[in-house]
């Protein structure tokens, strides 16, 4: 419930969002590295930057996004077509700097790995010890070989699934990931 709430508000906010009219590019196949190295810990004036990776390839706007009645800042990014392709989420804690990005398009990638690969695209790929490291309603499974990287599946509202997994054999094989969040730690 919260994810589609933080999501209605941030699309509303867009309407308000402060767009600098940056260049924007078709995408295909960008890679999540550059997410990973060049936007987690880093601080939203270095990402607005003309000369960043990010000002290069995506429009970029400000936006708030609430949760809780807490509220912290975010750059949304959006390819030449105006689609949302991810976003890059202070925390209230530390107001400039990139501590989470959700990853919401199939055309960022790492490896074989991308929103919208299903289960069995994966499961090479996860940490078979840490199932349930998500709160209760999400099944987000992290990446074994980098611990910033979580896959969050696809779930219906009333699936058993959203109360935990003891085993990779209870998740269906193709069961989507629905966004990639990756965390700064």
Request: aromatic share 8%; charged share 30%.
């Amino acid at each position: 419930m919260r994810i589609y709430l933080t999501t209605i508000v941030i699309l509303l906010s867009l309407s308000c969002a402060n767009d600098k009219g940056q260049k924007r590019y078709n995408l295909e196949g960008v890679s999540m590295d550059i997410f990973l190295n060049d936007g987690l810990g880093k601080s939203m004036k270095d990402i607005r930057d003309a000369s960043s990776a990010f000002s290069k390839l995506y429009g970029i706007k400000d936006t708030i996004i609430e949760d809780e009645d807490i509220s912290w800042y975010a750059l949304v990014l959006e390819d030449k077509k105006n689609e949302l392709q991810a976003i890059l989420e202070t925390s209230w804690e530390k107001p400039d700097t990139i501590e989470r990005i959700r990853i919401l398009s199939p055309s960022i990638t790492k490896g074989n790995y991308k929103v919208g690969s299903e289960f069995r695209d994966i499961l090479n790929e996860i940490d078979t010890q840490r199932l349930n490291d998500f709160p209760d309603g999400y099944l987000g499974l992290i990446a074994r070989q980098d611990q910033r990287i979580s896959f969050l599946m696809d779930l219906d509202f009333d699936s058993p699934l959203t109360r935990g997994v003891y085993s990779v054999n209870e998740i269906p094989d193709d069961l989507k990931v629905k966004e990639i969040i990756l965390l700064r730690r």
